[in-house]
Each structure stands twice: as structure tokens, then as C-alpha cells.
């Protein structure tokens, strides 16, 4: 075996994949990134049409340079490699009007959410309304609030087998409250709140709402994995698109290598696939390689579920917020609207399309079937325009052209198939698929690993693909032998600090617990 040479390849150039190539690099690991289509950036990847610049995936708000995006950057001394951007406007919520009536039905009863958490009592009351909630339930939600926002880490671990509509009922007994508490709390995840773990998604609103900062990268979600990527060849890696990898070579349940499509094999000791974990199991790899019960796992995992998205070019600006979420509620024939969440990059970099012009990219919130609620039909791309529409007055008739990710045909807007629109693989994360429980960066196969949204990392997004990268490198070289080394000692003021923090968010922890 000692014949291989210690190479890696990456397969796949979204941003697990691009960070993964940048960090083996930057460690001295000779690195092969391979990326399949013409572009580099998977679901980060961007297309331009009509002087915009269009992100071919549907990208959740971030913490800019003090999350993991910036953590990679940061491993490799490039903290500012990338500019990341805050919009003036913050993020906001639309509830399906028709079912309130007056004038809410006309303006979708819009609530405005601060970036900063500690500014979101303002607009509690103004939520409670939206939601519909009694003015005792809005009190327990309050509660429920503060609750997770204080909440330890290992409490918050104890909710990672919970659904976020099942934790919002221990504080709001009547099931439509609940329902629709659940629903904004697993906006994050982009599943519905009958289905997203508690605890990843508390998590992921915690880290947001902390860091009191809505951000997103400036050049739009490809810059990430493009800055990536040249960073990785700076540090001598080779970054190759329009390259296929065929099949993963291994013998004697170890990596040797990896097939290109062009029947040209690549020797190397370490594999990073980000295809996926069962792709990778079954197509990439082969279920004989594995253990019955690894297979078996793979097998039995709920990936996440296939969106409907909608890009859309506007002629002139509609939309006063960095985001949007669609939590739906009642259409006029009494079904429910579907749940969404639209991000308006242009809030954050306004280069991104013609002076005076806005650029929408959204996707359905679905679950495992992926329509609205559990067993639905798939949501589809036109069901998802006039989700968007009926939160956006004037959408339709502003619309230079709507891309779908399903392909509809043409309704005299200039719809298309989104290039390149299809979502990362990635796992579900719902109960039992997340923590401790999530499916880990290593496999039984020596030398092949995982990265990006299908195993390990917390959080959303970019964000979940980042940490999965830096968990799945930072395994490598503990396999390798390599000292990751030690990190500096924190400062007696801050271990105080901590330790104070700690002491007053186990005390509001307690205070707000969820009483029977």
C-alpha cells in the first residue's frame, strides 16, 4: 500500500468541497479538486443573465466573516480574503394574507425581525399577532424564546431528537400555535417545523442572532467557493471542472485511488467525496466495501428534500428586506400557502444587477415528500411564484424574467430552468440526523471521507458546509499523524466571562423552562 502516493481528491467544488481543497492544500497534502460541471461552485455557483448575476442555489443568511466561512479563511491566514456585506433592511416574515382579512390580507402581515436578538422584544408583540397566538400564549412563546436563546449547549443536545413544532408545544399546548411557532423556528433548515430537529435549528438561530449580524458574502454565494478555490491553487492544489470521477478505487477496504470518466486513473490515499453519503456508498464507492450496518445506515437516512426555487429579475425594487420567510397560513379556498424563504442579494450587494433593479432567489420549505406537509405532492415552481407573489405586491408585472428550478414553461415572463439549479446532497437534518447522531466525516473505507452537507458540521447552509469542512480535514491529519496543534490559552478575563455568561444563561435557562 505504501506504493500510493499521498494525494487527495475532492470531489465537488460547492463549498464543503472548495474548503476541503484549500485546507488539505494549505497542510502541504498534494490536492486534486474535480469538479463535473463547467463551473466551480456546485449549488454556490452563480450564472449571469441580463446584466444580474444569479446564484444558481437558494442561500440561507450568514455571520460573514465570524462563522465558518471565516474560520477557513482565517486557518489559512486570509481573513479578509472575502467581503462580506450587511443589508440596511433586516430580515422579515410574510404570512399568507387571504385568510386574515382587511388590510392585512393586501400587505401579507409583514413582521420585521432585527438582526440584533436583543432588540427582537420590539417586535415580539407585532409577531404574536402575526402567528395568531392569545396574549397567554404569546407570554409562553416570550418564554420559549428566551428559553432557547439561554439555553446550555447540553440542553440544547437534549432537543436534537425533537421536531421544532414538538418543542414549541411544550410551551404552547394548542396545535396550530404550535404548528406555526415550529414553522418559523425551522425556517433555518428549510424544513417544515413537523420535521426539523429542535435542537439544530435553535442552534442555528442562536449563532444568527447573537452575532447581531445578517450578512452575505459581497459577489454574491459564488464568491465563496471561487475565493476558495483560488486560495487552494495558490497553495498548489489542482482545480480541474468538466471532470467526472467515475468510481472511487479500493482494495482491501482502503482508498488506492479514483476512475475519471475518460477512463484515466489518479492514484491517491485519501478521498473526499461530497456527492453525498449514500451516492457515495452505492454509486461512487460500492456496497461491498462496506459493512452491512454502515450500508444499512446510508440507506436509512432522510436525505434533504428536492426545493422548487425561483430566481427572479425585477425592474425595480419590491422587497424592504435582506430576506424573506413565507410561513403560509390559509389561502382563499382554505389550503395552506406554501411555506418559503426568498433571499434579496441585492440588499446586500447591489452590483449584482442593473442600477435600480433587484434580484430574488427563493425556495420552497418542504419536507421529506417535498410539498408543504407530510405525504403533499411535490411544490412546484409555479406554486412557489405565487406563494411569492401574493407577499410581494406587484411582483408579476415588475418581473423581467423568473427562472425555475423545475423547468415550467414559459408564461410570457421569460421563465427558464435555473442552470445548474439543482441542490446540494446533502442529509436532512431531523431528528436522529443530527449531533451525535449525524452521519460522521470518516468511513469504514481508509482514506475516504465526507464533506459538505451530508455529514458532520452544525448549523445552515454555507455555513453547515464550511464547519463540515474543517471537521473532515481537521480528521485527515489526525489520521495522517499531522499535529493540529495546540490553540492559545483564552485570558483570565475572558475564562470570567464565560464563566459569568454561563452561570446567568443557566439561571434564565431554568427561570424559562417549559412547565406541564
Not at 10 to 34: E, F
Not at 53 to 65: A, F, N, P, S
Not at 437 to 446: E, I, L, N, S, W
Not at 461 to 482: F, H, K, P, W, Y
Request: proline fraction near 7%.
Amino acid at each position: 500500500m505504501d506504493e500510493v502516493p499521498l494525494r487527495a481528491v475532492v470531489i465537488g467544488s460547492g463549498v464543503g468541497g472548495a474548503a476541503a481543497a484549500l485546507l488539505l492544500a494549505h497542510a502541504g497534502i498534494p490536492t486534486l479538486l474535480a469538479e463535473k460541471g463547467r463551473r466551480l461552485g456546485g449549488s454556490a455557483a452563480a450564472y449571469e443573465r441580463d446584466s444580474f448575476r444569479v446564484d444558481t442555489g437558494t442561500h440561507m443568511l450568514c455571520r460573514g466573516e465570524e462563522g465558518p466561512l471565516g474560520d477557513v479563511l482565517r486557518r489559512v491566514g486570509q481573513g479578509d480574503a472575502i467581503a462580506f456585506r450587511q443589508s440596511s433592511e433586516p430580515a422579515a416574515l410574510s404570512f399568507a394574507g387571504p385568510a386574515r382579512g382587511g388590510r392585512d390580507a393586501e400587505r401579507g402581515g409583514r413582521v420585521v425581525l432585527p438582526a440584533d436578538h436583543r432588540r427582537l422584544a420590539a417586535s415580539a408583540l407585532e409577531l404574536a399577532r402575526a402567528l395568531e397566538l392569545t396574549p397567554l400564549e404569546a407570554a409562553r412563546a416570550a418564554r420559549l424564546l428566551a428559553h432557547a436563546t439561554a439555553m446550555r449547549d447540553v440542553d440544547l443536545a437534549a432537543c436534537d431528537d425533537v421536531t421544532a413544532e414538538a418543542y414549541a408545544a411544550r410551551f404552547l399546548p394548542r396545535t396550530a400555535a404550535a404548528a406555526r411557532l415550529g414553522g418559523l423556528l425551522g425556517l433555518p433548515l428549510l424544513l417544515p417545523g413537523s420535521e426539523a430537529s429542535a435542537g439544530e435549528a435553535l442552534f442555528s438561530l442562536r449563532r444568527l442572532a447573537r452575532s447581531g449580524r445578517q450578512s452575505y458574502p459581497e459577489g454574491g454565494a459564488a464568491r465563496v467557493p471561487d475565493v476558495f478555490c483560488r486560495l487552494a491553487r495558490e497553495h498548489g492544489a489542482v482545480v480541474r471542472t468538466d471532470t467526472t470521477v467515475r468510481r472511487v478505487l479500493v482494495q482491501a477496504r482502503r482508498v488506492r485511488g479514483v476512475e475519471l470518466e475518460d477512463g484515466t486513473t489518479l492514484p491517491a490515499r485519501v478521498v473526499v467525496s461530497t456527492a453525498g453519503l449514500l451516492p457515495t456508498v452505492a454509486g461512487l464507492v460500492g456496497e461491498p466495501h462496506f459493512p452491512e450496518a454502515y450500508v444499512a445506515r446510508a440507506r436509512a437516512l432522510t436525505p434533504q428534500p428536492r426545493q422548487a426555487q425561483v430566481k427572479i429579475g425585477l425592474r425595480r425594487r419590491l422587497v424592504a428586506a435582506g430576506a424573506l420567510a413565507g410561513l403560509g397560513g390559509g389561502g382563499g379556498d382554505g389550503a395552506p400557502a406554501l411555506p418559503f424563504y426568498c433571499l434579496a442579494p441585492t440588499r446586500f450587494d447591489p452590483s449584482l444587477a442593473p442600477p435600480g433593479h433587484e434580484l430574488l432567489c427563493a425556495c420552497a420549505v418542504s419536507g421529506a415528500s417535498g410539498g408543504a406537509s407530510p405525504g403533499a405532492p411535490a411544490a412546484t415552481a409555479d406554486e412557489l411564484l405565487r406563494a411569492l407573489a401574493g407577499a410581494v405586491p406587484g411582483l408579476l408585472s415588475a418581473a423581467l424574467f423568473v427562472d425555475g428550478v423545475d423547468g415550467s414553461p414559459g408564461n410570457g415572463r421569460g421563465e427558464a430552468r435555473v442552470p445548474g439549479g439543482e441542490l446540494a446532497a446533502g442529509t436532512a437534518q431531523t431528528p436522529g440526523q443530527v449531533g451525535r447522531a449525524r452521519p460522521a466525516v470518516h468511513t469504514p473505507v481508509r482514506g475516504l471521507y465526507l464533506a459538505g452537507r451530508a455529514a458532520g458540521g452544525r448549523g445552515a447552509g454555507m455555513e453547515l458546509a464550511a464547519s463540515s469542512a474543517m471537521e473532515c480535514v481537521d480528521r485527515i491529519l489526525v489520521d495522517l499523524g499531522r499535529d493540529l496543534g495546540v490553540p492559545a490559552p483564552p485570558a483570565l478575563s475572558d475564562i470570567a466571562g464565560d464563566l459569568l455568561g454561563r452561570a446567568a444563561a443557566s439561571t434564565v435557562s431554568w427561570i424559562t423552562r417549559p412547565r406541564g
